[in-house]
């Protein structure tokens, strides 16, 4: 085989070795998914301990909790509908979610960083894929 077939068997097969992980980022993302640390908000850090539940049937359900300016944990819920598409880059989704409540409905956009299939990256945080 001469080089350029060759080049060319060797492109096609990593093109046939599939799509990168964050391809299929609704199957990616579907799950639970814990992030704990510290946020830059402006001026200070702000304590996190945030829990997301993506299923399947396309419903997700928040749950942010952080230590508020007087040094107390609150609590903050949402829920509705959601879906992901990929991003600008290879390893990027973009989770879009709309939630209803009693103050109307919200909707919200994010880019994710995939850095594994237990692992993706937002707001300079990591989430772990809860067990």
């Keep these: 085989m001469n080089r350029r077939l060759a080049r060319l068997a060797a492109a096609g097969l990593a093109c046939a070795a599939g799509p990168s992980i964050a391809a299929d980022c609704a199957a990616t993302l579907a799950g ?15 304590k996190v301990d945030n829990r997301d539940s993506y299923d399947a049937d396309g419903s997700f359900k928040a749950i942010r909790r952080f230590v508020n300016l007087e040094g107390k944990w609150e ?4 829920s509705g509908k959601w879906s992901a598409k ?3 880059n290879a390893d990027q989704c973009v989770i879009e979610r709309l939630s209803t409540g009693a103050f109307g409905s919200m909707s919200s956009s994010s880019t994710v960083t995939i850095v594994d299939k ?3 990256r937002s ?6 894929r809860a067990e």
């Excluded at 992030?35 to 850090?45: L, P, R």
């Excluded at 609590?75 to 949402?78: E, K, M, R, V």
């Excluded at 707001?123 to 772990?128: D, H, V, Y």
């Design 118 to 120: 237990d692992t993706i």
């Design 75 to 78: 609590t903050q819920t949402a």
């Design 123 to 128: 707001f300079g945080l990591e989430a772990k």
């Design 86 to 88: 990929p991003g600008d």
């Design 32 to 46: 639970q998914w814990v992030t704990q640390g510290d946020v830059n908000a402006g001026f200070i850090k702000v």
